[in-house]
């Protein structure tokens, strides 16, 4: 993913000037989390805000490459690198799968506010079944 004109988030493939991928319609904020997907799943590529899509394009393939694979940068033509992303990128995970918009809005949920994800509790035990223990 790169960063378009400091403003939208963007994931693109290149094949001999050929540019694939997408582009979200939610400008980046730098004031707030926030959580950033994106899939393909060899026809359509989606850009997630916070578990929710955002932005889709149709397009094909990415090619297989010995190019480098950037994050927070744009490879202009194999000659430099600019757009540099002047933030804090926290985690980054890649897939060889598109992961379905379920499983990317539990991923968010658990991330941005696991106590209210999921809960913890003792099990009750009933009075009949407890035991007095005595350490001496």
């Known amino acids: ?5 400091g403003t939208k988030m963007q994931f693109d493939t290149f094949n001999g000037g050929t540019h694939k991928g997408v582009t979200s319609a939610t400008s980046i904020s730098t004031s707030v989390f ?11 590529y989606r850009i997630y805000l916070n578990g929710v899509l955002d932005a889709s394009a149709t397009g094909g393939a990415p090619v297989a490459t010995v190019d ?6 744009v490879d202009i033509a194999g000659l430099f690198d600019a757009g540099f992303w002047p933030g804090i990128i926290d985690e980054v995970r890649v897939w060889d799968v598109a992961k379905s918009a379920d499983w990317l809005l539990t991923t968010y949920n658990n991330i941005s506010s696991p ?15 407890r035991t007095r223990v005595i350490v001496q």
Do not use: C, M, N
């Open 1 to 5: 993913t790169d960063v378009t004109l």
């Open 34 to 44: 926030q959580h950033w997907t994106t899939t393909y799943d060899g026809t359509t």
């Open 68 to 73: 480098r694979f950037e994050i927070g940068a």
């Open 115 to 129: 106590s209210t994800f999921y809960t913890i509790t003792l099990p009750s035990v009933p009075s009949s079944k």
